[in-house]
């Protein structure tokens, strides 16, 4: 009845281990580079007042640094359309093995 119980709790933090892993997987890839954030979500994220642009202050990440390329029509703001033509960022990937 012990051995039992031990290979019951062994299997339990076996499983628990592996379950635990594969969400942090899928974690990571969703934070670098797996799926790409909707435009709708990036503007939910970040326009802060909801008047549905963004302004130089609440641009983020790429988008502050490349503010004034994203920015064709020179406004101060980026909108839907002009985050939606804009070039896409250049990522630094380490080559999978």
């Known amino acids: 009845m012990k051995r039992n119980t031990i290979i019951l709790g062994a299997l339990i933090v ?21 799926e790409r954030k909707s435009i709708s979500a ?3 994220e970040m326009d802060a007042n909801k008047d549905g642009k963004l302004s130089k202050n609440e641009a ?14 020179n406004d101060g703001f980026i909108s839907k359309e002009e985050l939606e033509n804009a070039p896409k960022p250049e990522r630094n990937r380490r080559p999978r093995n």
């Open 14 to 34: 076996v499983s628990s281990i592996i379950i635990s892993c594969k969400s942090s997987e899928e974690t990571s890839k969703g934070k670098r580079g797996g």
């Open 60 to 73: 983020k990440g790429p988008l502050a640094k490349d503010f004034s390329k994203i920015d064709t029509n």
């Open 42 to 44: 990036i503007f939910s």
